[in-house]
Structure formats: structure tokens, C-alpha cells
Nanobody, 123 residues
């Protein structure tokens, strides 16, 4: 069974960059991983992800190339590099995983979730 743990959240100013990490423990072979975020009072939405076989990363269209997702060779850590953050991106950022498949934007495709890490963007 895979467990996911996010780290790297914090408070930054608008325009700053921030890097989040998701560490996976357990059997990560054939494991697709993705990032989602949930702003206060809103639904959880897809940020981007990488499939177990290396396809991707693919991103939500709204990110305009400001975010970058990478994964280490052991497929145990998923990194989210966020640039030029704005205050609307204040949210809890969660890591999600699924066995096989692709990094889809639907939350119901993922069977494993981390607890999330808070990102606050001040103006």
C-alpha cells in the first residue's frame, strides 16, 4: 500500500516561487502521481501529473506554463515547482496516486491521497 506525504508549503508573496514535494512510500511500481489543489470554499482541481510509464507531465490549461512537475528516477518523489504565484492560488495542495493509468484530471480516478500542504500567497 502506498502512502503519500507532501511538504514545502508556506506563505509567499505574489510573484514568488515555491517548490512542493510529495514523497511516496510503499510499492510505487506502475504508480501514476498527480497534484491537485483546493482553495477555500471551492472544489479540488487538477494541477498536473506524470503517468507511471513516464508519459507527461500534463497540466491544467489554466496554469499558462508557470508550473513544472517532475519525478525522480525511483518514482518515489513528485515535485511541483510553482512560479509567479498569485493570491488566487492560495490553496491546500494535495498529492494523489493511482496504480497504472494516466494522470487524469478527475479526482475519482485516484485511490491514494496525501493530507496536503497549505500554500498562502499574499499581495
Amino acid at each position: 500500500q502506498v502512502q503519500l506525504a507532501e511538504s514545502g508549503g508556506g506563505s509567499v508573496q505574489a510573484g514568488d516561487s515555491l517548490t512542493l514535494s510529495c514523497a511516496a512510500t510503499g510499492s510505487t511500481v506502475r504508480y501514476t502521481m498527480a497534484w491537485f489543489r483546493q482553495a477555500p470554499g471551492k472544489e479540488r482541481i487538477f494541477v498536473g501529473g506524470i503517468s507511471w510509464d513516464g508519459n507527461g507531465p500534463n497540466y491544467a490549461d489554466s496554469l499558462s506554463g508557470r508550473f513544472e512537475i517532475s519525478r525522480d528516477n525511483n518514482r518515489e518523489t513528485l515535485v511541483l515547482q510553482m512560479n509567479n504565484l498569485n493570491h488566487e492560488e492560495k490553496a491546500v495542495y494535495c498529492c494523489a496516486g493511482r496504480s497504472g493509468g494516466t494522470a487524469t484530471p478527475q479526482t475519482y480516478d485516484y485511490s491514494c491521497w496525501g493530507e496536503g500542504t497549505q500554500v498562502v500567497v499574499t499581495s
